[in-house]
Protein backbone atom coordinates (compact mmCIF):
# COMPACT_ATOMS: atom_id res chain seq x y z
CA UNK A 1 0.00 0.00 0.00
CA UNK A 2 1.18 3.36 -0.98
CA UNK A 3 2.31 5.76 1.88
CA UNK A 4 1.04 8.84 2.54
CA UNK A 5 3.98 11.11 3.47
CA UNK A 6 1.37 14.50 4.27
CA UNK A 7 -0.39 12.52 6.57
CA UNK A 8 2.39 10.73 8.69
CA UNK A 9 4.30 14.31 9.48
CA UNK A 10 0.37 15.18 10.08
CA UNK A 11 0.55 18.49 7.75
CA UNK A 12 -1.88 19.39 4.09
CA UNK A 13 -0.51 18.84 0.97
CA UNK A 14 0.28 22.56 0.86
CA UNK A 15 2.34 22.86 3.28
CA UNK A 16 5.26 24.43 3.54
CA UNK A 17 8.76 23.65 4.00
CA UNK A 18 9.19 25.40 7.33
CA UNK A 19 5.93 23.52 8.51
CA UNK A 20 7.09 20.14 7.10
CA UNK A 21 10.35 20.78 8.81
CA UNK A 22 8.54 21.73 12.37
CA UNK A 23 6.53 18.80 11.79
CA UNK A 24 9.34 16.47 11.16
CA UNK A 25 11.22 17.91 14.20
CA UNK A 26 8.26 17.43 16.69
CA UNK A 27 7.72 13.69 15.69
CA UNK A 28 11.29 12.78 15.47
CA UNK A 29 11.40 14.01 19.49
CA UNK A 30 8.41 11.71 19.99
CA UNK A 31 9.63 9.00 18.02
CA UNK A 32 13.05 8.94 19.18
CA UNK A 33 14.56 5.43 19.59
CA UNK A 34 16.85 6.84 22.69
CA UNK A 35 13.79 7.75 24.38
CA UNK A 36 11.41 5.98 27.21
CA UNK A 37 8.73 5.92 24.85
CA UNK A 38 10.47 6.23 21.42
CA UNK A 39 9.59 4.04 18.30
CA UNK A 40 12.08 2.96 15.83
CA UNK A 41 10.07 1.96 13.22
CA UNK A 42 7.78 4.97 13.19
CA UNK A 43 10.96 7.14 13.63
CA UNK A 44 12.31 5.54 10.18
CA UNK A 45 8.80 6.31 8.70
CA UNK A 46 9.13 9.87 9.87
CA UNK A 47 12.59 10.04 8.41
CA UNK A 48 11.25 8.41 4.79
CA UNK A 49 8.52 10.98 4.45
CA UNK A 50 10.67 14.45 5.32
CA UNK A 51 13.10 13.52 3.26
CA UNK A 52 10.91 13.12 0.30
CA UNK A 53 8.72 16.09 1.04
CA UNK A 54 12.02 18.27 1.94
CA UNK A 55 13.52 17.83 -1.75
CA UNK A 56 11.57 20.17 -4.04
CA UNK A 57 12.46 17.18 -6.76
CA UNK A 58 11.39 14.54 -4.73
CA UNK A 59 8.56 16.36 -3.52
CA UNK A 60 7.36 17.02 -7.27
CA UNK A 61 7.52 13.36 -8.31
CA UNK A 62 5.56 12.11 -5.57
CA UNK A 63 2.90 14.54 -5.74
CA UNK A 64 2.40 13.65 -9.50
CA UNK A 65 3.23 9.62 -9.37
CA UNK A 66 2.84 9.18 -5.79
CA UNK A 67 6.35 7.47 -5.61
CA UNK A 68 9.85 8.81 -6.07
CA UNK A 69 12.41 8.15 -8.97
CA UNK A 70 14.88 10.84 -8.62
CA UNK A 71 17.41 8.56 -5.91
CA UNK A 72 16.96 5.55 -8.18
CA UNK A 73 16.12 3.16 -5.00
CA UNK A 74 13.94 5.45 -2.58
CA UNK A 75 14.90 6.17 1.08
CA UNK A 76 17.95 4.02 2.28
CA UNK A 77 19.42 3.26 -0.85
CA UNK A 78 23.54 3.50 -0.82
CA UNK A 79 24.08 1.67 2.34
CA UNK A 80 23.18 4.54 4.01
CA UNK A 81 22.50 3.50 7.82
CA UNK A 82 20.25 6.21 8.95
CA UNK A 83 17.26 5.27 6.14
CA UNK A 84 17.30 8.23 4.07
CA UNK A 85 17.74 10.50 7.25
CA UNK A 86 18.30 14.16 6.22
CA UNK A 87 20.35 15.97 8.39
CA UNK A 88 20.65 19.40 6.16
CA UNK A 89 19.34 22.45 8.08
CA UNK A 90 19.32 21.41 11.65
CA UNK A 91 23.32 21.77 12.46
CA UNK A 92 23.25 19.14 14.98
CA UNK A 93 19.83 19.88 17.10
CA UNK A 94 16.41 19.57 16.24
CA UNK A 95 13.75 20.45 19.36
CA UNK A 96 16.02 20.74 21.87
CA UNK A 97 17.41 16.97 21.06
CA UNK A 98 21.23 16.98 19.97
CA UNK A 99 22.16 14.51 17.60
CA UNK A 100 24.92 13.81 19.01
CA UNK A 101 23.43 12.10 21.92
CA UNK A 102 22.69 9.26 19.64
CA UNK A 103 25.98 8.42 19.51
CA UNK A 104 27.65 9.20 22.86
CA UNK A 105 26.25 5.80 24.95
CA UNK A 106 29.05 4.59 22.35
CA UNK A 107 31.91 7.08 22.42
CA UNK A 108 31.40 9.02 25.46
CA UNK A 109 31.01 12.71 24.15
CA UNK A 110 29.27 14.16 20.71
CA UNK A 111 32.89 13.45 18.15
CA UNK A 112 35.88 14.71 18.16
CA UNK A 113 36.22 18.51 19.09
CA UNK A 114 38.82 20.83 18.16
CA UNK A 115 40.95 21.11 21.33
CA UNK A 116 40.80 24.90 21.76
CA UNK A 117 40.90 27.59 24.70
CA UNK A 118 37.84 30.37 25.31
CA UNK A 119 38.00 33.66 23.34
CA UNK A 120 38.54 36.28 26.08
CA UNK A 121 36.53 39.87 25.61
CA UNK A 122 37.98 43.13 27.33
CA UNK A 123 37.28 47.04 27.06
CA UNK A 124 39.74 49.73 26.84
CA UNK A 125 38.99 53.59 27.19
CA UNK A 126 41.47 55.51 25.40
CA UNK A 127 41.94 59.41 25.65
CA UNK A 128 41.45 61.15 22.20
CA UNK A 129 44.90 62.09 21.99
CA UNK A 130 45.83 58.18 22.57
CA UNK A 131 44.04 57.07 19.76
CA UNK A 132 45.45 59.70 17.69
CA UNK A 133 49.35 58.66 18.11
CA UNK A 134 48.68 54.84 19.46
CA UNK A 135 49.44 53.80 23.02
CA UNK A 136 51.00 50.72 24.43
CA UNK A 137 48.93 49.78 27.45
CA UNK A 138 48.88 47.02 29.76
CA UNK A 139 45.82 44.86 31.05
CA UNK A 140 46.30 42.29 33.48
CA UNK A 141 43.90 39.34 32.78
CA UNK A 142 43.30 36.57 35.26
CA UNK A 143 42.94 33.28 33.12
CA UNK A 144 44.42 30.48 32.32
CA UNK A 145 47.88 30.23 30.75
CA UNK A 146 50.71 28.34 29.91
CA UNK A 147 52.30 27.53 33.09
CA UNK A 148 55.40 29.59 33.94
CA UNK A 149 57.39 26.62 35.84
CA UNK A 150 57.36 24.22 33.34
CA UNK A 151 56.89 26.69 29.92
CA UNK A 152 53.45 24.57 29.11
CA UNK A 153 55.26 21.18 29.21
CA UNK A 154 53.73 19.55 32.27
CA UNK A 155 57.04 17.97 32.80
CA UNK A 156 58.95 19.13 36.34
CA UNK A 157 62.67 20.59 36.07
CA UNK A 158 64.55 18.04 34.80
CA UNK A 159 62.72 15.85 33.63
CA UNK A 160 62.05 14.38 30.12
CA UNK A 161 58.83 13.52 28.34
CA UNK A 162 58.01 9.95 27.36
CA UNK A 163 55.50 8.45 25.02
CA UNK A 164 51.84 8.32 25.88
CA UNK A 165 51.24 4.58 26.37
CA UNK A 166 47.80 4.70 25.87
CA UNK A 167 47.89 6.25 22.49
CA UNK A 168 51.01 4.81 21.25
CA UNK A 169 52.26 8.74 20.36
CA UNK A 170 49.65 9.73 18.65
CA UNK A 171 47.32 11.84 20.31
CA UNK A 172 43.96 10.27 19.65
CA UNK A 173 42.01 6.95 20.00
CA UNK A 174 40.32 5.15 17.42
CA UNK A 175 37.00 3.71 18.34
CA UNK A 176 34.58 1.60 17.11
CA UNK A 177 31.34 0.34 17.97
CA UNK A 178 28.41 -0.94 16.89
CA UNK A 179 24.40 -0.08 17.50
CA UNK A 180 21.34 -0.63 15.88
CA UNK A 181 22.26 2.06 13.47
CA UNK A 182 25.05 -0.03 12.28
CA UNK A 183 29.14 0.21 12.86
CA UNK A 184 30.54 3.35 13.94
CA UNK A 185 33.79 4.65 14.44
CA UNK A 186 35.07 7.64 16.11
CA UNK A 187 38.28 9.51 16.87
CA UNK A 188 38.32 10.98 20.42
CA UNK A 189 41.25 13.09 21.96
CA UNK A 190 43.54 10.87 24.22
CA UNK A 191 42.30 11.84 27.99
CA UNK A 192 45.80 10.92 28.89
CA UNK A 193 48.28 13.23 27.11
CA UNK A 194 45.25 15.49 25.98
CA UNK A 195 46.56 15.04 22.64
CA UNK A 196 50.18 15.68 22.83
CA UNK A 197 51.16 12.43 22.74
CA UNK A 198 53.53 12.59 24.93
CA UNK A 199 53.27 12.26 29.37
CA UNK A 200 56.05 14.05 31.85
CA UNK A 201 58.34 11.70 33.15
CA UNK A 202 57.77 13.42 36.30
CA UNK A 203 54.93 16.17 36.76
CA UNK A 204 55.32 20.02 37.46
CA UNK A 205 54.47 20.76 40.65
CA UNK A 206 52.89 24.34 39.67
CA UNK A 207 50.09 22.65 36.89
CA UNK A 208 49.99 18.83 37.92
CA UNK A 209 51.88 17.95 34.62
CA UNK A 210 48.70 19.97 32.19
CA UNK A 211 50.80 22.67 31.03
CA UNK A 212 48.39 25.34 32.36
CA UNK A 213 47.16 26.61 35.15
CA UNK A 214 45.24 29.65 36.26
CA UNK A 215 46.70 32.61 36.99
CA UNK A 216 47.21 36.43 37.03
CA UNK A 217 48.60 37.50 33.02
CA UNK A 218 49.58 41.07 32.22
CA UNK A 219 49.64 41.37 28.70
CA UNK A 220 50.97 44.67 26.62
CA UNK A 221 48.47 45.50 23.99
CA UNK A 222 49.86 47.89 21.17
CA UNK A 223 47.01 50.79 19.99
CA UNK A 224 47.56 51.62 16.50
CA UNK A 225 47.69 55.16 15.46
CA UNK A 226 44.36 56.52 14.24
CA UNK A 227 42.07 54.01 15.75
CA UNK A 228 38.10 54.45 15.95
CA UNK A 229 35.84 54.36 18.68
CA UNK A 230 34.31 51.04 18.51
CA UNK A 231 36.88 49.14 16.89
CA UNK A 232 38.20 46.18 18.37
CA UNK A 233 41.80 44.38 18.21
CA UNK A 234 42.09 40.86 17.89
CA UNK A 235 45.48 39.09 19.68
CA UNK A 236 45.71 35.10 18.52
CA UNK A 237 46.43 33.00 20.95
CA UNK A 238 45.58 35.62 23.58
CA UNK A 239 42.88 33.80 25.31
CA UNK A 240 42.42 30.96 27.94
CA UNK A 241 45.04 28.64 27.34
CA UNK A 242 43.71 24.42 27.33
CA UNK A 243 46.30 21.35 27.73
CA UNK A 244 47.33 19.42 24.06
CA UNK A 245 45.59 22.62 22.44
CA UNK A 246 45.42 25.64 21.19
CA UNK A 247 44.89 29.09 23.03
CA UNK A 248 41.59 31.16 22.30
CA UNK A 249 42.44 34.63 21.06
CA UNK A 250 42.29 38.17 22.73
CA UNK A 251 39.28 40.50 21.72
CA UNK A 252 39.67 44.45 22.76
CA UNK A 253 37.25 46.42 22.20
CA UNK A 254 38.53 50.12 22.08
CA UNK A 255 36.49 53.20 23.66
CA UNK A 256 37.74 57.00 22.77
CA UNK A 257 36.62 60.21 24.85
CA UNK A 258 35.85 63.10 22.97
CA UNK A 259 37.27 66.01 23.06
CA UNK A 260 36.52 68.82 23.71
CA UNK A 261 38.15 70.58 20.72
CA UNK A 262 38.60 68.38 17.91
CA UNK A 263 36.91 65.49 16.30
CA UNK A 264 38.36 63.31 13.37
CA UNK A 265 37.64 62.96 9.57
CA UNK A 266 39.61 59.98 7.80
CA UNK A 267 42.32 60.59 8.73
CA UNK A 268 42.66 64.86 9.24
CA UNK A 269 41.54 66.37 12.33
CA UNK A 270 38.80 69.27 12.72
CA UNK A 271 38.92 72.32 15.03
CA UNK A 272 36.42 75.39 15.08
CA UNK A 273 38.86 78.92 15.80
CA UNK A 274 36.28 81.91 16.10
CA UNK A 275 38.23 84.89 15.46
CA UNK A 276 37.43 88.68 15.73
CA UNK A 277 35.58 90.81 12.70
CA UNK A 278 38.98 92.93 12.80
CA UNK A 279 41.32 89.98 12.43
CA UNK A 280 38.66 88.77 9.08
CA UNK A 281 39.47 92.11 7.42
CA UNK A 282 42.85 92.85 8.20
CA UNK A 283 44.46 89.01 9.00
CA UNK A 284 46.16 88.85 11.56
CA UNK A 285 48.48 85.63 13.91
CA UNK A 286 46.42 83.47 16.32
CA UNK A 287 47.50 80.81 18.71
CA UNK A 288 45.86 77.62 18.55
CA UNK A 289 46.55 74.83 21.31
CA UNK A 290 47.00 71.29 19.02
CA UNK A 291 47.45 68.21 19.96
CA UNK A 292 51.08 68.39 18.89
CA UNK A 293 51.57 72.06 21.05
CA UNK A 294 50.94 75.63 20.45
CA UNK A 295 50.49 76.69 17.09
CA UNK A 296 50.33 80.29 15.70
CA UNK A 297 47.93 80.21 12.31
CA UNK A 298 48.23 83.42 9.92
CA UNK A 299 44.99 84.48 9.37
CA UNK A 300 44.56 85.89 5.59
CA UNK A 301 42.65 89.42 5.48
CA UNK A 302 39.32 88.87 4.03
CA UNK A 303 38.78 85.92 5.05
CA UNK A 304 34.63 84.87 5.42
CA UNK A 305 32.30 83.21 7.94
CA UNK A 306 33.06 79.42 7.07
CA UNK A 307 36.56 79.69 5.64
CA UNK A 308 38.42 76.40 6.20
CA UNK A 309 42.14 76.84 6.58
CA UNK A 310 44.38 73.66 6.11
CA UNK A 311 47.63 73.38 8.35
CA UNK A 312 49.41 70.08 6.45
CA UNK A 313 50.93 67.29 8.36
CA UNK A 314 48.57 67.84 11.83
CA UNK A 315 46.50 65.17 11.53
CA UNK A 316 45.78 61.45 11.87
CA UNK A 317 49.29 59.44 11.73
CA UNK A 318 49.26 57.01 8.76
CA UNK A 319 50.74 54.95 6.50
CA UNK A 320 54.46 55.06 8.53
CA UNK A 321 55.45 58.29 8.84
CA UNK A 322 52.53 60.49 6.58
CA UNK A 323 49.78 62.06 8.40
CA UNK A 324 46.77 63.64 7.51
CA UNK A 325 45.80 67.75 7.85
CA UNK A 326 44.49 70.05 10.63
CA UNK A 327 41.39 71.84 9.46
CA UNK A 328 40.67 75.15 11.03
CA UNK A 329 36.64 75.91 10.35
CA UNK A 330 36.19 79.53 11.13
CA UNK A 331 33.49 81.40 12.28
CA UNK A 332 33.50 85.27 13.11
CA UNK A 333 32.71 86.89 16.37
CA UNK A 334 29.87 90.13 15.86
CA UNK A 335 30.23 92.62 18.87
CA UNK A 336 26.73 92.85 20.40
CA UNK A 337 27.02 96.27 21.44
CA UNK A 338 29.03 99.01 19.56
CA UNK A 339 31.01 101.89 21.20
CA UNK A 340 30.31 105.13 19.94
CA UNK A 341 34.04 105.26 18.73
CA UNK A 342 32.88 102.15 16.74
CA UNK A 343 30.10 102.71 15.79
CA UNK A 344 31.30 106.04 13.67
CA UNK A 345 34.45 103.87 12.63
CA UNK A 346 31.72 101.42 10.79
CA UNK A 347 29.61 104.40 10.13
CA UNK A 348 32.92 105.53 7.87
CA UNK A 349 33.56 102.01 6.54
CA UNK A 350 29.87 102.02 5.19
CA UNK A 351 30.70 104.74 3.00
CA UNK A 352 33.46 103.35 1.81
CA UNK A 353 31.32 100.53 0.74
CA UNK A 354 32.48 97.76 2.90
Do not use: W
Not at 234 to 242: H, K
Amino acid sequence: MQKNYYEILGVEKSASKDDIKKAFRKLAHKYHPDKKDGNTEKFKEVNEAYTVLSDDKKRAEYDSYGRVFSDGAGPGAGGNPFGGFDFSGFGSNFEGVDLGDIFSEFFGGKGQQPNRGRDISVDIELQFNEAVFGVERKILLAKTGNCEVCKGSGAAAGTSLETCTTCNGRGKIHETKRSFFGSFSAVTTCNICHGKGKVPKERCNGCKGLGVRRRDEEIGVRIPAGIEDGEVIRMTGGGEAVSGGSSGDLYVKIHVRKHPLFAKEGTNLVTHLSIKLSTALLGGDYHLQTLDGDLTVKIPAGVSIGEILRVRGKGIPYDKNKRGDLMIKLSIELPSKLSKTAAKLVEELKKEGI
